[in-house]
Structure formats: C-alpha cells, structure tokens
C-alpha cells in the first residue's frame, strides 16, 4: 500500500488543522492505521491509531482530547483532526499502515509497519 499525505501548514497556537491520509489499494480495510509525528532532535512518536473498521482507537496521551482520528473506508482515506494546537505539536506528521492494529499501537521501530508515507509539515506559532 502507498501512503500520503496531506494538509499540514502553519497555525497559531490554538488553531486547527485536518490532516488527510489517502491510500493506494482497495485492501484498505485490510490495515490498521495510524498518525505519528517527528519534531526536531526527537524520536518519532504514535499520535493516534484506528483499527480497520474504525470502532477502536488510540490517542497518545498529549493529544487526548483535542485530536481525532478517524477513516473512510470506501475512500480509502484517513484523516487526523487537530484542534487546539500548541506549540509542542509541531512536528513532521506521518501516516502509516499495517495490517495489524497492535503492532501500531505498540511498535517501536518504523520498520515493523508495512507502509508509510512521506510526511506533511505541521508547525504550530506560539
């Protein structure tokens, strides 16, 4: 599956952004999905996870609350929406995809998951 990106921008502080993953195969429904990020000097960290119907998710706890995750199957699309953003939230933004929803849950290395994409910049001004 390819992956990528898009709608990530410049926002103030409190702002919102929609971040958009599309996908390249009908076997979407086949992968879990998920949303990490890299600020800079850091590692890359899970922001949210969706399972492949969408009926369980995961939300890293410094975006509980003002993120959502979310995906449309007959679209092959999934998006993130970021409200209230801070300033710690800036970051590169990656969507990736693998076919089972706990190894994006739980996976420490980028190469456990089978797909990524190329990243959408997202930087939030204080």
């Known amino acids: 599956v390819q992956l990528v990106e898009s709608g990530g921008g410049l926002v103030q502080a409190g702002g919102s952004l929609r971040l958009s993953c599309a996908a390249s195969?009908?076997?979407?429904?086949?992968?879990?999905m998920g949303w990490f990020r890299q600020a800079a000097g850091k590692e890359r960290e899970l922001v949210a996870a969706i399972n492949w119907s969408g009926d369980s998710t995961y939300y890293a706890d410094s975006v509980k609350g003002r993120f959502t995750i979310s995906r449309d199957n007959a679209k092959n699309t999934m998006a993130l929406q970021m409200n209230s953003l801070k300033p710690e939230d800036t970051a590169v933004y990656y969507c990736?995809?693998?076919?089972?929803?706990?190894?994006?849950?739980?996976?420490?290395?980028?190469?456990?998951?089978?797909?990524w994409g190329q990243g959408t910049l997202v930087t939030v001004s204080s």
């Open positions: 990736a995809a693998d076919p089972e929803y706990i190894v994006v849950v739980t996976s420490t290395s980028k190469n456990a998951l089978d797909a």
């Open positions: 195969r009908r076997t979407f429904t086949s992968y879990a």
